[in-house]
């Protein structure tokens, strides 16, 4: 196989077979990466020029019933710091991020019971009535279809659900027996058919992860088409399971996401928060590599730090809302710009 080859029909046709995504993958070099970078940067810039969008994210919850054995919320670590946000501390950050100029809120969270069907589609409901032209975007977990209708006609537009990896055996090695791939893929797909613009995603470089598995990962999100996807490195968490696992790449994590860009030209595509806590610069290396979005934090100060999905996880500074001016000057620095904008999906 030849590597220039592939790429260029990466380009050309926004396709390539599993053979060829491992190929690619296993062979990667500094020539390959920059080409691939130069070309989902000007796939990124064909379709949304240099603007890149910012999204509110509202850390809601730090409670989670889930177990994943790779995420320093589960429910078994009795050194998490809890909390929940009540609806008004909710609304307060939207105003605060409204005043800055956000126009796509995320509320984020474990996958909590005490946020019931009621509670959250009155928060929803509150937050469309307050600013009716914003985005409201949720990345709560898997949750039945009746609830996904119940939030999307509340006033939810998106959902952000990683589905972690295509593979069925590597997703049972991450995850307790009671979560399946094949009922996240449900979600998936129930939330596609409400009509959310929906995210994937999956970590680069988790425990037992194959060159295989990131091929299928990139060729699930291809047959997929979401509006969104968020990759960013495996970090790990000293409370859990995988604490002495090595972390994934910034370097792989990048050459990911041109392959995501190429194939999915019209991806809205964070750097995200993992992305700039494993590299200073990680952020900006993302925006030079296809992103379009970055998520600064909305959330209190006063709990920032308990919403601890990994080591070292960043809480405050650049990617927090108040640095949004320092934010803009560095991305203003590779050539971009911040934009008030809600940043639709341009399918």
Not at 256 to 265: D, F, K, S, Y
Request: glycine letters at 8%; aromatic letters at 8%.
């Amino acid at each position: 196989m030849d590597a220039d080859k592939i790429i260029d029909k990466l380009y050309e046709s926004c396709g390539a077979s599993l053979e060829e995504l491992e190929f690619l993958i296993d062979g990667r070099n500094e020539e390959t990466a920059q080409k691939l970078f130069a070309l989902a940067r000007s796939r990124a810039l064909e379709h949304y020029g240099n603007k890149i969008y910012v999204r509110g994210l509202v850390e809601i919850s730090s409670f989670c019933k889930n177990d994943c054995l790779y995420c320093g919320i589960r429910r078994s670590n009795v050194n998490a710091q809890r909390y929940r946000l009540t609806k008004d501390e909710i609304l307060e950050c939207c105003r605060e991020g409204w005043a800055l100029g956000f126009r796509t809120f995320v509320l984020q969270g474990g996958e909590d019971a005490y946020y019931t069907d009621d509670i959250m589609t009155g928060i929803i409901a509150a937050i469309r009535a307050s600013y009716p032209d914003c985005a409201i975007t949720l990345s709560l977990g898997e949750k039945s279809r009746e609830t996904y209708q119940r939030y999307y006609d509340a006033g939810a537009n998106r959902y952000l659900l990683r589905h972690e990896t295509a593979t069925p055996e590597h997703y049972a090695k991450l995850h307790p027996k009671e979560l399946s791939l094949a009922n996240r893929m449900e979600c998936l797909q129930n939330l596609k058919e409400i009509g959310y613009q929906v995210g994937c995603g999956f970590m680069v470089g988790s425990p037992y992860q194959t060159t295989a598995d990131l091929a299928r990962d990139l060729l699930f999100i291809k047959s997929f088409a979401p509006q969104m996807v968020g990759i960013g490195p495996f970090i790990p968490h000293h409370d859990t399971p995988f604490a002495h696992e090595p972390a994934g790449t910034a370097e792989l994590t990048l050459f990911l996401l041109t392959i995501v860009r190429l194939m999915n030209p019209k991806v809205l595509l964070p750097a995200t928060t993992a992305l700039g806590t494993i590299e200073g610069d990680g952020r900006e290396r993302g925006i030079l590599a296809g992103c379009n979005v970055v998520m600064p934090n909305l959330s209190p100060q006063s709990v920032r730090k308990k919403y601890m999905l990994y080591d070292n996880k960043l809480s405050s500074g650049e990617e927090a809302a108040e640095a949004r001016a320092a934010l803009e000057r560095r991305v203003e620095a590779i050539g971009y710009r911040v934009v008030t904008d809600r940043g639709d999906y341009k399918g």
